[in-house]
């Protein structure tokens, strides 16, 4: 099955910089890849995601890259404010396996103002 | 976006009771719905795949018969935590998608467990 790495598991910047996070998978049949921003015992929410034809996305603050071949993909967030402070969780959808998520291990992001 | 509800939002009950915990789809069919299970501070554990009409597919090391599920309608399914015991407390969440390949996955709001 599909097994979903992410790094680092908490993260702390200052208000204003850009933190990145980073995902490995092994299905190399995974096509659709989102990210998800869960705030303390609330559900996650979709935040951005990006399917297997194309290399990158971005929406305003925020931006996936996706390497197929070395089966990797990072989530860059630019300018950050103390709000973005949460949990963010990478996924992965296997190949065939209707909508079924596997989730990274999740990042704890902490953003200082 | 689609919505998907889940009921409880918290419960709290005695050790050896059994507890509902109910997931529904409010604007669109799921013929498959998926239940996690999240301890603090860790990431979304997959339990099992709600599949409507049909038996539930349980990922290894999850106990059918302790994790009851059923989907009973294409709009809801159910998990009951059976003899529930300290260690079954945690966050237990749902997400169905709409029908399509590739869509984004749509949560309900997570049950807050807690055996006493």
């Known amino acids: 099955g599909e097994n979903v790495e992410q790094h680092p598991s908490t993260l702390s910047v200052q208000e204003g910089d850009s933190a990145v996070i980073k995902c490995t998978y092994s299905?190399?049949?995974?096509?659709?890849f989102p990210w998800y921003k869960q705030e303390l015992g609330k559900r996650p929410q979709l935040i951005i995601d990006i399917r297997s034809n194309v290399g990158e996305k971005k929406d305003q603050r925020i931006a996936v890259t996706l390497n197929k071949t070395a089966k990797h993909f990072s989530l860059h967030i630019t300018e950050t404010q103390p709000e973005d402070s949460a949990v963010y969780f990478c996924?992965?959808?296997?190949?065939?396996?209707?909508?079924?998520?596997?989730f990274g291990g999740g990042t704890r992001l902490m953003v200082k103002p | 976006g689609a919505v998907v509800s889940q009921h409880p939002s918290r419960v709290i009950c005695k050790s050896g009771t059994s507890v509902k915990i109910e997931c529904r789809s409010l604007?669109?069919?799921?013929?498959?719905m998926f239940w996690y299970r999240q301890f603090p501070k860790q990431s979304l554990m997959l339990m099992a795949t709600s599949n409507e009409g049909s038996k539930a597919t349980y990922e290894q090391g999850v106990e059918k018969d302790k994790f009851l599920i059923n989907h009973a309608s294409l709009t809801l399914s159910t998990l009951t935590v059976t003899s529930a015991h300290p260690e079954d407390s945690s966050f237990y969440i749902c997400?169905?998608?709409?029908?399509?390949?590739?869509?984004?996955?749509?949560f309900g709001q997570g049950t807050r467990l807690t055996v006493v």
């Open positions: 997400s169905a998608s709409p029908p399509g390949s590739a869509t984004e996955a749509f």
């Open positions: 996924a992965a959808k296997r190949g065939n396996a209707g909508n079924m998520l596997t």
């Open positions: 299905d190399s049949a995974s096509n659709y």
């Open positions: 604007d669109f069919q799921a013929t498959t």
